[in-house]
T-cell receptor
């Protein structure tokens, strides 16, 4: 079944550790996004990608980095996690054709806690 | 850039009553206005959307209206049920190069009281 998958769903780590949040989609979409969502609720775009080898910063500044080597895969990495990175990270994809806006499909999220 | 304001931030209604959530946007180039529902602990999911060439759209108990001149759009839920309890996000979207730029409102937490 076509979907967007995120792992891990929950992660608790210590300060200074390197972490990678995985996101894969089988939707056949070319565009992928990372949003950060704190409890109480607002969604902030931190990274997006038009396609392979394309990555851009979003509206909210983030110390994380992303890569897009394969169409279906869009991992997010934090080289040295800090408590301020504690949040939920939502991956999304969309498949709108040029000139046509479309629905965002979200993964279930990765809830990160940095101690 | 685009600015989307959403209100109220919380809304409690009795089961069977109607709920209305309102949003305004600032960028006249925005042409697509989706609404997402996020249940507790789950992912946001699209429930209804409207494009700028349409003034109103209905899907069973939910409807969205758009006033382009005033730059505001609203979500209406009639005959509310407990399963409607969730956080609702409005958004305004436009094409920016090859990228669909989506700006979300802050969300409205709807509680339907049985």
């Amino acid at each position: 079944e076509a979907d967007i998958y995120q792992t891990p769903r929950y992660l608790v780590i210590g300060t200074g550790k390197k972490i990678t949040l995985e996101c894969s989609q089988t939707m056949g979409h070319d565009k992928m996004y990372w949003y950060q969502q704190d409890p109480g609720m607002e969604l902030h775009l931190i990274h997006y990608s038009y396609g392979v080898n394309s990555t851009e910063k979003g509206d909210l500044s983030s110390e994380s980095t992303v890569s897009r080597i394969r169409t279906e895969h869009f991992p997010l990495t934090l080289e040295s996690a800090r408590p301020s990175h504690t949040s939920q990270y939502l991956c999304a994809s969309s498949g709108g054709k040029t000139g046509v806006d479309g629905e965002l499909f979200f993964g279930e999220g990765s809830r990160l806690t940095v101690l | 850039g685009e600015n989307v304001e959403q209100h109220p931030s919380t809304l409690s209604v009795q089961e069977g009553d109607s709920a209305v959530i309102k949003c305004t946007y600032s960028d006249s180039a925005s042409n697509y206005f989706p609404w997402y529902k996020q249940e507790l602990g789950k992912r946001p999911q699209l429930i209804i959307d409207i494009r700028s060439n349409v003034g109103e759209k209905k899907d069973q108990r939910i409807a969205v209206t758009l006033n382009k001149t005033a730059k505001h759009f609203s979500l209406h839920i009639t005959e509310t049920q407990p399963e409607d309890s969730a956080v609702y996000f409005c958004a305004a979207s436009k094409r920016s190069g090859g990228y669909q730029k989506v700006t979300f409102g802050i969300g409205t937490k709807l509680q339907v009281i049985p």
